[in-house]
Structures are given as structure tokens and as C-alpha cells.
């Protein structure tokens, strides 16, 4: 991955991550990794614990999905599941919640690498 993809990754997941707060969630981690991978945000949404999968991408790019968001298809949501797994095995400090979730989460920037629209999908998978 370039350093710019890299870049621009870790600055979606930024504004996610400040979004989230402002709506009252509580981020629980940022970028945990576990043996397998690593995981974007895990936050606390009243009592659901989410794992949030990040993606951004370019605005009249053309290439991939119009929509970052659909970058999230089964084989990487399986992964998602699998680290999630993982990040819960390990981390026996998490607090108290009564259900899991995973959200996916686009952020597409225009080509003067501002936002331009961000689309969470709730459960999404």
C-alpha cells in the first residue's frame, strides 16, 4: 500500500472516529492489532459493542466501487468476524456490553483531499 493510500486511510478513520464521539459513542480501541490483522475502530455504542470497518476513497476515481463503503464484501467481513474474534479473546478488560455489531463506514474524498461524504451502514454485516 502507498504511503498516500496509507494517508488517506488513517485520515478517514480519524473522522469516523470523531464522528462517532460526537454521536456519544465511547472508542474503546483504535487500530488493535491481534496476530491475524488489525481492526480499524471498536467502540461502545450505548451497550453494543461495534466493530467498525473503514474505508475510504476518491470521488470520480474510476476505479473501484463508486461508494467506499461497498469495498466491504464478504471475504473482508469474514476477516472482520475472525479479528474480532480474536480482539475479544484477548482483551478480557473490555467493558460491559450486551450485544456485538459490525458497521462499515465510507468516506470519499474529493481530488483536494477534502470529505465529501461519509455513509455508515449499521449492521452492516
Known sequence: MTQKRL????????????RLEAAGWRIVARNPR?????????????????FVEVKAGRAGAGHGPERPVLSVGP??????????AAFMAARRDLPRYAEIRFDAVGVTFDRADRPVAI???????
Open 7 to 18: 494517508s488517506t486511510g488513517r485520515r478517514a478513520e480519524q473522522l469516523v472516529a470523531e
Open 34 to 50: 491481534t496476530r491475524q490483522g488489525e481492526l480499524d475502530i471498536v467502540a461502545l455504542d450505548g451497550g453494543t459493542l461495534v
Open 75 to 84: 471475504r473482508k467481513q469474514l476477516q472482520v468476524r475472525r479479528l474480532a
Open 119 to 125: 455513509e455508515h451502514i449499521e449492521g452492516a454485516f
